[in-house]
Nanobody
Framework: QVQLVESGGGFVQAGGSLRLSCTASGNIFRLVAMGWYRQAPGNERELVATRTAGHSTNYDASVEGRFTLSPFSRDDAKTTVYLQMNSLKPEDTAIYYC??????????????WGQGTQVTVSA
C-alpha cells in the first residue's frame, strides 16, 4: 500500500505564490510517475503537472510558465515532489490532488491519490 501526505494549500491573492508538497511512502516497488491534478467545482479532475521516473515533465497549457514541478527528492524510503505555483489566477482555484503511479510488485501497478488540498485565489 502507498501512502501520500500533502501540504501547502491555502488562500492567496491573484499574482501570489504557493508551494504544494507531496510525500509518498510505503510499498513502492518502482515509481512510474508523480504529480498533481486539480478539480474545481462542477469540473472534471484535470492534470496540472506530472514528472515521470525518467524525469520528463508534462504541464497543462494553462499553467505552463507559471507552475514548476520539482525533481523527485528522496530520503530513506520516502519520495517528495513540490509544485511551485507562481502568478496565481482566480481560475487556479481548485482542490489539488497528488497522484502517484507505481508498481507495488512485479507486474502490479496502480494509482494512489492524496486526500486533496484546497487552493483559493482571490481576484
Amino acid at each position: 500500500q502507498v501512502q501520500l501526505v500533502e501540504s501547502g494549500g491555502g488562500f492567496v491573492q491573484a499574482g501570489g505564490s504557493l508551494r504544494l508538497s507531496c510525500t509518498a511512502s510505503g510499498n513502492i516497488f518502482r515509481l512510474v510517475a508523480m504529480g498533481w491534478y486539480r478539480q474545481a467545482p462542477g469540473n472534471e479532475r484535470e492534470l496540472v503537472a506530472t514528472r515521470t521516473a525518467g524525469h520528463s515533465t508534462n504541464y497543462d497549457a494553462s499553467v505552463e510558465g507559471r507552475f514548476t514541478l520539482s525533481p523527485f527528492s528522496r530520503d530513506d524510503a520516502k519520495t517528495t515532489v513540490y509544485l511551485q505555483m507562481n502568478s496565481l489566477k482566480p481560475e487556479d482555484t481548485a482542490i489539488y490532488y497528488c497522484n502517484v503511479r507505481a508498481y507495488t510488485a512485479v507486474g502490479t501497478w496502480g494509482d494512489t491519490w492524496g486526500q486533496g488540498t484546497q487552493v483559493t485565489v482571490s481576484a
